[in-house]
């Protein structure tokens, strides 16, 4: 089962994708709620249909693999060249609540602010909100010890601050954009 709540729609339908699912950025594919194929036109932008988002998927997974079976391994060379990771911060600091608690923040502050309804103010206080909480989960980061649930929170929040600058910027209604005022 993939789970689809309202709450992802302030996400849905931003990134053009052709018939492969390939974005503008080379080897980038996007495809489901995050991918706009046009199929559905200016009122539904993400890929809603479940159809849809299986022939996408399938398209870029076959184009990826097309690309990945005429490359070369990367050369032993190079792999001698990266140094092994040192891992830096202190695991003291790496506390489950904080990360928890931040997520919560951010799924509040978009659902409240950057949901499908949005207005000037709204947006805003979603900006302030997230420029504030962003700048406290860095420097979190940059002294706790690596983890997948601290590098998802940090992609998590600049993504969230990135799609509310966005929707300051577009004035316009269009898809599930929609600015009140």
Same mark, same amino acid.
């Given at each position: 089962?993939?789970?689809?709540?309202?709450?992802?729609?302030?996400?849905?339908?931003?990134?053009?994708?052709?018939?492969?699912?390939?974005?503008?950025?080379?080897?980038?594919?996007?495809?489901?709620?995050?991918?706009?194929?046009?199929?559905?036109?200016?009122?539904?932008?993400? @890929?809603?249909?479940? !159809? *849809?988002?299986?022939?996408?998927?399938? /398209?870029? &997974? +076959?184009?990826?693999?097309?690309?990945? =079976?005429?490359?070369?391994?990367? @050369?032993?060379?190079? !792999? *001698?060249?990266?140094?092994?990771?040192? /891992?830096? &911060? +202190?695991?003291?600091?790496?506390?489950? =609540?904080?990360?928890?608690?931040?997520?919560?923040?951010?799924?509040?502050?978009?659902?409240?602010?950057?949901?499908?309804?949005?207005?000037?103010?709204?947006?805003?206080?979603?900006?302030?909100?997230?420029?504030?909480?962003?700048?406290?989960?860095?420097?979190?980061?940059?002294?706790?010890?690596?983890?997948?649930?601290?590098?998802?929170?940090?992609?998590?929040?600049?993504?969230?601050?990135?799609?509310?600058?966005?929707?300051?910027?577009?004035?316009?209604?269009?898809?599930?954009?929609?600015?009140?005022?």
């Amino acid at each position: 089962p993939i789970p689809v709540v309202p709450a992802a729609h302030y996400f849905c339908g931003g990134i053009l994708v052709d018939q492969r699912g390939r974005t503008t950025l080379d080897r980038l594919y996007a495809v489901g709620e995050c991918s706009c194929t046009g199929i559905h036109g200016a009122n539904r932008l993400a @890929s809603t249909s479940l !159809l *849809e988002a299986l022939l996408w998927g399938v /398209s870029a &997974g +076959n184009d990826i693999a097309s690309v990945l =079976a005429g490359r070369d391994n990367v @050369s032993p060379r190079i !792999l *001698e060249s990266i140094p092994d990771w040192e /891992s830096t &911060g +202190n695991e003291h600091n790496d506390d489950p =609540a904080l990360v928890a608690q931040d997520w919560v923040s951010i799924r509040h502050i978009m659902w409240n602010y950057v949901g499908i309804m949005r207005t000037e103010a709204r947006l805003r206080r979603a900006f302030e909100d997230m420029r504030d909480l962003v700048r406290h989960i860095h420097d979190f980061y940059k002294g706790t010890r690596i983890s997948k649930p601290l590098v998802d929170l940090f992609h998590g929040s600049q993504t969230a601050y990135v799609i509310t600058q966005a929707a300051m910027r577009n004035k316009n209604s269009i898809g599930c954009h929609h600015r009140v005022d």
